[in-house]
């Protein structure tokens, strides 16, 4: 079993930035996770805001929504078993809840998922 705990979300105003930071805990593999952000705006489907994957070793892949590419930036800390969300230029249109995911090895879908933080950007 794997607990997630987001935070860092907040009001913001449009242009300004943001971090949000998901921590894992209940197991010793997270290195080997792929971890996800999710966001699900009001009224509408959730979808994903962007991963970093484990290929071997040390590298990791990052990859990213269209509409967040240049603006966010994913990273982890594999020591402290987190994964943060760098939330850059920030639209109203990012407004969500935004949601932290874990997929473990050997499964591949996100079975693991957190409360959600909510983002809200005025403009």
């Known amino acids: 079993q794997v607990q997630l705990v987001e935070s860092g979300g907040g009001l913001v105003q449009a242009g300004g930035s943001l971090r949000l930071s998901c921590a894992a805990s209940g197991r010793n593999t997270f290195r080997e996770y792929t971890m996800g952000w999710f966001r699900q705006a009001l009224g509408k489907e959730r979808e994903l805001v962007a991963t970093?994957?484990?290929?071997?070793?040390?590298?990791?892949?990052?990859d990213y929504a269209g509409f967040v590419r240049g603006r966010f930036t994913i990273s982890r800390n594999n020591a402290k078993n987190t994964v943060d969300l760098q939330m850059n230029s920030l639209k109203p249109e990012d407004t969500a809840v935004y949601y932290c995911?874990?997929?473990?090895?050997?499964?591949?879908?996100?079975?693991?998922w957190g409360q959600g933080t909510q983002v809200t950007v005025s403009s």
């Open positions: 995911a874990a997929s473990t090895p050997p499964s591949a879908g996100y079975a693991y």
């Open positions: 970093t994957r484990w290929n071997r070793g040390n590298t990791y892949y990052a």
